[in-house]
């Protein structure tokens, strides 16, 4: 899989490391930067490029970091054709569910759901809150997901794209 890479400060050092994961599992990393660590980046100049090449077909997915992450997404969701979920950090729902609606606490169940109810094709990753085994572990999950072709999750997503 290709895949576009993308941070700001916050997550220099975790990109670095997650596109060595990455390759070493096989996928093809394009890294949009930054290419050198500056503490006062302003992050929409590398997240757009990233989020450009998911949406025109360049890359098949990316996962872009923050600081939390949610700047980043926000940058990301501005493209058109890119959606973009958020991850913190592995968390279980009160009432845990799969994503087929079965008993689960899986703490990382919210990144199939991002893909699978919502064809997810970006991933904003929180540098401040997840280590380099979350990271990895994230990455993993959220790639290995499928989208649905339920047609309501597909009408949705049809809906999400013709108003960007």
């Known amino acids: ?4 890479l993308s ?25 949009y930067g930054p290419q050198q660590f500056q503490p006062d980046d302003d992050f929409p ?13 360049s890359c098949d997915a990316g996962i872009i ?10 940058a990301a969701n501005r493209i058109r054709g890119v959606r973009c979920a958020v991850f913190y950090g592995p968390a279980v729902a009160k009432a845990p569910i799969d994503a087929e609606g079965n008993k689960s606490d899986d703490p990382y169940e919210i990144l ?3 893909r699978l109810h919502n ?14 085994e979350q990271i990895n572990h994230a990455a993993e999950v959220w ?5 649905s072709d339920e047609a309501r999750h597909v009408r949705r997503i049809n809906k999400l794209d013709e108003m960007a």
């Open 7 to 31: 941070t700001d400060h916050a997550g220099y050092e975790a990109l670095k490391q997650l596109k060595q994961f990455l390759e070493s599992l096989g996928h093809e990393c394009f890294d």
């Open 45 to 57: 100049d590398f997240i757009f490029t990233a989020a450009q090449a998911v949406a025109n077909g």
């Open 143 to 147: 790639l290995a997901a499928p989208y």
């Open 65 to 74: 970091f923050g600081g939390s992450g949610e700047g980043e997404a926000m």
């Open 1 to 4: 899989m290709k895949i576009a």
């Open 112 to 114: 199939k759901l991002s």
């Open 119 to 132: 064809h997810a094709n970006m991933l904003s990753l929180a540098g401040r809150f997840l280590d380099n």
